[in-house]
């Protein structure tokens, strides 16, 4: 079955840095996607992304946080000056289908410690 | 978006049927269910949804009565490997990709 991979599976970055979260979806998806999910709490939706803009946000998702698709292949989450309640699991997502019976293919995330 | 109940935790033993109940008693007409599966450290990992009566996949069943006011994922003859979380989501027709997790159900199979 195809994957989505996200690198890199651990991060560890002091308050205050920039960090830059990669990931390569399924490769003929067209929708991409991140959620985090704080070690213990419910995973929640941050954006969604198709044809190089932004469809969706989420109220976490604020000026810190940008997305780019830099290429044909990656879909990268940028977090511009981190605080330490960005600590959580961060998972990429991509699907086939944008709206309808939408199935997600979610990556193995990336687990960002913020010192 | 209707609101899912579902247990916080169930326990079961090695080759057991296990089925897990989830309510959503607001569901609206373009509204369908869906179940996503998720390992400690991993993500969600989607499977099964529908929208009425009966839907089997390979992994699992999915029951849902005639007024959808509830779901039932059913799974057949669990192993250790199926202990997980458990989340029942409502995704409306036209969603964009925007899933609403709850705190889902946490399964513990035993041997």
Redesign the interface.
């Known amino acids: 079955e195809p994957e989505?991979t996200q690198t890199p599976s651990h991060q560890v970055t002091q308050m205050g840095q920039e960090v830059i979260l990669r990931c390569v979806p399924i490769s003929n998806h067209l929708?991409f996607?991140w959620?985090r999910q704080i070690l213990g709490q419910?995973?929640?939706?941050l954006v969604?992304f198709?044809n190089n803009e932004i469809?969706?946000k989420?109220e976490i998702f604020d000026d810190q946080f940008s997305v780019e698709r830099p290429d044909g292949s990656n879909f990268t989450l940028k977090i511009r000056s981190t605080k330490l309640e960005d600590s959580a699991?961060y998972?990429c997502?991509s699907?086939e289908a944008?709206?309808?019976?939408?199935?997600?293919?979610?990556?193995?995330?990336t687990?960002l410690s913020v010192l | 978006l209707a609101k899912t109940t579902q247990p916080i935790s169930m326990d079961s033993y090695e080759g057991q049927e296990v089925n897990i109940t989830c309510s959503h008693n607001n569901i609206a007409t373009n509204d369908y269910i869906t179940w996503y599966q998720q390992f400690p450290s991993q993500g969600p990992r989607f499977i099964i949804q529908g929208y009425k009566t009966k839907v089997t996949n390979e992994v699992a069943s999915l029951f849902i009565p005639a007024d959808r006011k509830s779901s039932t994922l059913s799974l057949p003859r669990v192993s250790l490997s199926d202990t997980a979380v458990y989340y029942c989501l409502v995704v409306r027709s036209g969603n964009t990709g925007k899933l609403i997790f709850g705190q889902g159900t946490t399964l513990q199979v035993k041997p």
Request: hydrophobic share 35%; no cysteine.
């Open positions: 989505v929708y996607y959620y419910k995973v929640e939706f969604s198709y469809s969706e989420s699991m998972f997502a699907s944008g709206t309808g019976r939408v199935k997600l293919f979610f990556g193995s995330g687990q």
